[in-house]
Antibody
């Protein structure tokens, strides 16, 4: 079974940092683009970042550029999101998602999500 | 950034009905559109990509059409498990954008 399991969500103060992890299993992790998508309950999903499979080229939404960093460890089948300078508006459920083989910007496997709360 | 406008924002229908949801892009995106279903408390589920390609395992009562700026998702005969929120998502250029959603409720 193709599975993604996120972890690392927590309550953090504004200006703080957090690192999310996403453990992948059941598929060849290194062969796929991976994404982070966040969602405030009751609102639409919001794409955060993408990383390519082997070359580690990345893309970010403007609202996280310079604050968040996506990375991956293909030997550990794990995706990461380093989040710095956190703001209240970053509060959301964060999902990791696998991109299709092609086109890689549509997402066919999702984790259950991890909750990030930014509050004082 | 490209904007996506979904309509209606909510819809009431009965089991067995056929329903259509539309998604309009603020500029042409060729066939770069996907549809997702989301049940409360769960992650989105991919239904359709490339505007009209059915994802593996998705029932054939779901279909998508359109290109350029205007797209539709049709559910041919609603089943109880179809009552959920549906989102369109574009990828023609970054950033990846999701529509605001259409909540499908039981009448």
């Amino acid at each position: 079974e193709e599975l993604l399991v996120e972890s690392g969500g927590d309550l953090v103060h504004p200006g703080g940092s957090l690192r999310l992890s996403c453990a992948a299993s059941g598929f060849s992790f290194r062969s796929y683009f991976m994404h982070w998508v966040r969602q405030v309950p009751g609102k639409e999903p919001e794409w955060v970042s993408q990383i390519e499979g082997e070359e580690t080229r990345t893309a970010y939404a403007d609202f996280v550029k310079g604050r968040f960093t996506i990375s991956r460890d293909n030997a550990k089948n794990t995706l990461y999101l380093q989040m710095n300078s956190l703001k209240g508006e970053d509060t959301a459920v964060y999902y990791c998602a696998r991109g299709l083989s092609y086109p890689a910007q549509f997402m066919d496997v999702w984790g259950k999500g991890t909750t990030v709360t930014v509050a004082s | 950034a490209i904007q996506l406008t979904q309509s209606p924002s909510s819809l009431s229908a009965s089991v067995g009905d056929a329903v259509t949801i539309t998604c309009r892009a603020s500029q042409g995106i060729s066939s770069g559109l996907a549809w997702y279903q989301q049940i409360p408390g769960k992650a989105p589920r991919l239904l359709i990509y490339d505007a009209s390609t059915l994802e593996n395992g998705v029932p054939s009562r779901f279909s998508g059409s359109g290109s350029g700026t205007d797209f539709t998702l049709t559910i041919a005969s609603l089943q109880p498990e179809d009552f959920a929120t549906y989102y369109c998502q574009q990828f023609n250029t970054f950033p990846i954008i999701f529509g605001h959603g259409t909540r499908l409720e039981i009448k």
